[in-house]
């Protein structure tokens, strides 16, 4: 076995071939029993430590790899800045990614927030979130849309609409929800609400679906049913406000019909009285 130091003509570099050249290649080991070795640098600081520019070209199915000498290494890989003072980028032993400073850009060059990303984005599972404000302006409502997309509910206005007609659904479909109290089985939290299974079988539009399965109840367009359902508990209170005048107008007829018979009756007996004083009746 050999080592062979030469020079690449044809490539205009200088070759370092651990082996019999063109026959035989060699692993090459630098440094194996200590020190450092320096690319660009007289002075290299670590095991490898390059001063300038360096390309990771994949050559197979791993890519650029960083492995740990132990998973109890609390520091994987570190990106500093030029004084080695700052970590701007830190990956912990458990893949937990670190940074220190300035934002992280997801399809754009100038990231104008913490995280700014130009796209859509996909949460596979749950994703919680402390605030929500409109850029610049103030706190914005958030809807979960069908297939799980996450943003602002979607806008009222009619150019965005087509085939429109009138909903009436209303007390029909109140009456037949049933409210539930639960228990989360996440945390443990008590809670009381609707069951997306239940409220199906009473109308699916009131809910959606993610992966082909129920997911939950579009508790927005309850609201709008419950307009309809006062709608139509302010149409019977006023057929019930009309049916009790009509019978107050009836009564009071009646009282004064009454009144006149009573008067016509007091006439009478007096009449037959004045003319039969011994009538048994005259002495009542």
């Given at each position: 076995m050999?080592?062979?130091?030469?020079?690449d003509?044809s490539?205009?570099?200088?070759?370092?071939?651990?082996?019999?050249?063109?026959?035989?290649?060699?692993?090459?080991?630098?440094?194996?029993?200590?020190?450092?070795v320096?690319?660009?640098?007289?002075?290299?600081?670590?095991?490898?430590?390059?001063?300038g520019?360096?390309?990771?070209?994949n050559?197979?199915?791993?890519?650029?790899?960083?492995?740990?000498?132990?998973?109890a290494?609390?520091?994987v890989?570190?990106?500093t800045n030029a004084?080695?003072?700052?970590?701007?980028?830190?990956?912990?032993?458990?893949?937990?990614?670190?940074?220190?400073?300035?934002?992280?850009?997801?399809?754009?060059?100038?990231?104008?927030?913490?995280?700014?990303?130009?796209?859509?984005?996909?949460f596979?599972?749950?994703?919680?979130?402390?605030?929500l404000?409109a850029?610049?302006?103030?706190?914005?409502?958030?809807?979960?849309?069908t297939g799980?997309?996450l943003?602002?509910?979607?806008?009222?206005?009619?150019?965005?609409?087509?085939?429109?007609?009138?909903?009436?659904?209303?007390?029909?479909?109140?009456?037949?929800?049933?409210?539930?109290?639960?228990?989360?089985?996440?945390?443990g939290?008590r809670?009381?609400?609707?069951?997306?299974?239940?409220?199906?079988?009473?109308?699916?539009?009131?809910v959606f679906?993610?992966?082909?399965?129920?997911?939950?109840?579009?508790?927005?367009?309850?609201?709008?049913?419950l307009?309809?359902?006062?709608?139509?508990?302010?149409a019977?209170?006023?057929?019930?406000?009309?049916?009790?005048?009509?019978?107050?107008?009836?009564?009071?007829?009646?009282?004064?019909?009454?009144?006149?018979?009573?008067?016509?009756?007091?006439?009478?007996?007096?009449?037959?009285?004045?003319?039969?004083?011994?009538a048994?009746?005259?002495?009542?």
């Amino acid at each position: 076995m050999q080592l062979s130091l030469g020079y690449d003509t044809s490539s205009n570099l200088g070759v370092i071939q651990a082996g019999q050249a063109f026959t035989a290649f060699r692993n090459l080991s630098l440094n194996p029993f200590g020190g450092n070795v320096g690319i660009g640098t007289t002075s290299p600081s670590a095991k490898l430590h390059i001063l300038g520019s360096a390309l990771f070209q994949n050559g197979g199915n791993n890519g650029f790899r960083i492995t740990p000498g132990s998973d109890a290494d609390a520091i994987v890989l570190n990106v500093t800045n030029a004084a080695n003072t700052i970590n701007w980028l830190t990956v912990g032993n458990q893949g937990q990614v670190i940074m220190n400073g300035g934002n992280v850009g997801i399809g754009t060059l100038n990231p104008l927030a913490k995280l700014d990303v130009q796209g859509t984005v996909r949460f596979a599972s749950q994703v919680t979130i402390g605030f929500l404000v409109a850029a610049g302006g103030p706190n914005i409502p958030i809807c979960l849309a069908t297939g799980g997309a996450l943003g602002s509910c979607s806008s009222s206005s009619l150019r965005y609409k087509k085939d429109i007609g009138r909903f009436g659904s209303g007390l029909d479909v109140i009456n037949r929800l049933r409210p539930i109290s639960f228990t989360w089985k996440s945390d443990g939290t008590r809670d009381f609400g609707l069951g997306a299974e239940d409220v199906e079988e009473v109308d699916p539009n009131l809910v959606f679906y993610r992966d082909g399965k129920i997911e939950g109840v579009k508790y927005d367009r309850i609201g709008v049913v419950l307009i309809n359902a006062v709608k139509e508990q302010q149409a019977q209170i006023r057929q019930q406000e009309e049916q009790l005048s009509e019978q107050q107008r009836q009564l009071k007829q009646q009282r004064a019909l009454i009144e006149r018979q009573i008067l016509l009756v007091n006439g009478l007996r007096r009449t037959v009285c004045h003319q039969n004083p011994r009538a048994t009746y005259c002495h009542k």
